[in-house]
């Protein structure tokens, strides 16, 4: 239902958007998020949205890089993701929270519908 797309390989300072369509039923009233995982390493959360784009939330690490937002016409959210560093080399996941529950969360436990993922390079 949710289907992650846009990773790629790029060089350091590079960019990519990465989305995440939803199908099957809608996200529109729904917190979403992005997460990620590198190799040996725990699920990390990267960004999330409320359900109007009215509120963002981003990990330490990437702030003032990546961005995160929605187009709840097209039912997709998106991550534009700059100046990438090789320390940002995961699979991304997104997710989404039930739709009743409209606070925007940084824990991956609170998260309900989750995408497979896009895999993200970045060399040096």
Do not use: H
């Amino acid at each position: 239902q949710l289907q992650a797309s846009g990773g790629g390989s790029v060089q350091a300072g590079g960019s990519l958007r990465l989305s995440c369509a939803a199908s099957g039923r809608t996200f529109s009233s729904a917190v979403m998020g992005w997460f990620r995982q590198a190799p040996g390493k725990a699920r990390e959360f990267v960004a999330a949205i409320s359900w109007n784009g009215g509120s963002t939330s981003y990990t330490d690490s990437v702030k003032g890089r990546f961005t995160i937002s929605r187009d709840n016409a097209k039912n997709t959210v998106y991550l534009q993701m700059n100046s990438l560093k090789p320390e940002d080399t995961a699979v991304y996941y997104c997710a989404a929270r039930r739709p009743d529950n409209r606070a925007v969360a940084t824990r991956d436990g609170f998260y309900d519908y989750w995408g497979q993922g896009t895999q993200v390079t970045v060399s040096s």
